[in-house]
């Protein structure tokens, strides 16, 4: 309850207390820490009136505030029933929100905290780098961390329907409360991606062909603009490849730490390489090689090879080579951490329909072979406090 409400009797405290449990489903902070309650009245019948204001005309989550806002002063004791009288914040009110929710961090600061950083990357497209960054960010969050994902791959772009938030074409947008975007939060994750800024698009449909200066606007604005809030770990799925984004994410965070993913097929594991030392290049961390596709486990205990074998430990192998200085190309004599590998994901029908779903697998078949692999990856890098030691990552402008 705020300070300078003094209620008039127990049970408008009652109905303030039970308000301090609901959370804004953007923001996750209680609404009545954000100033969107106003005033409680309840009459001698027991009938509380709420009065909510939201930020905009239209809000998105509108409809679960209000109703959770509404079952909060029902659950309060004394109350009968209750009524949310809703209305909108007036400019000063945005402002004053906005104050609240930022805080003293600037307006091109990163929107992050200081949290740190993992960027997913992969030398070339189809070795399910998206479905793991999904699943990563999900596993992460059911182990009560704060995580944030962005959907980097601005061609493209998949997070949203992985995660549950892009159904029959159309798209859950973010909210736009003046200059502060809030990101739609998914599974636990607060998520970003420009397949969430085509308005009524159908982006099963829709192409976005940008330029390189484009392409790095959109990054920069996905971590300046977008309100994550304090994070323990932002997960960036980045397109596939050494092109613009990659290049726009080691300018804008050179001390990101980069998971490499490949496939078990050499070639995809020659290229893995290579956005690897890309990474190196932008003066960024390798902390490992994920193998996806491994196998396919079969019933009698036997493994199908689909795509070959050894790729993710040759390219974990060729890194560690080279950050010894003992390996060819530009990056022959630089140090580095040697690079393990550090899963071998098999693959399963189950996780892609999972995906397909967009219910991670890690959460909806948490006993399905590849989810347990992801799942393990999350506690390697929790044990390893690799990615996730809370440090400051300073976004260069």
Known sequence: MPEDRAPEDAVQQAVWRALDGVRDPEILRPITELGMVQGVEVDETGIATVQLKLTIAGCPAARRIEADTREAAESADGVSSAVVDVGVMTP????????????????RAPQFGEGSLIAVTSGKGGVGKSSLTANLAAAFAARGLSVGLVDADIFGFS???????????????????????????????????????LGDADPRETAVSWRGPMLHRAIEQFLSDVWFGDLDVLLLDLPPGTGDVAISVGQLLPRAEVLVVTTPQTAAADVAVRSAVAA?????????????MSGLPQPDGTVLELFGSGGGQAAADRLSAMSN???DGDTGGDSHDPVPLLAAIPLSPEFR?????????????????????????????????????????????
């Open 92 to 107: 000063e009110e945005r402002q004053a929100f906005i104050t609240r929710v930022r805080g003293d961090r600037a307006r």
């Open 325 to 327: 200085g003992s390996g």
């Open 159 to 197: 997070i949203p329907a992985l995660m549950g938030l892009s159904r029959d074409g159309r798209t859950e947008q973010p909210t736009r409360v003046d200059e502060l975007i809030l990101p739609p939060v998914a599974h636990g994750v607060k998520v970003i991606s420009i397949g969430m800024f």
């Open 353 to 397: 329909a999972a995906g397909d779903a967009g219910t991670p697998a890690v959460l909806s078949v948490p006993d399905d072979p590849a989810a347990r692999c992801v799942t393990e990856l999350a506690e390697t890098l929790l044990r390893q406090g690799r990615g996730l030691a809370g440090r400051a990552l300073p976004l260069s402008l």
């Open 280 to 292: 190196r290049q932008a003066g960024q961390r390798v902390i490992g090689v994920v193998e996806n």
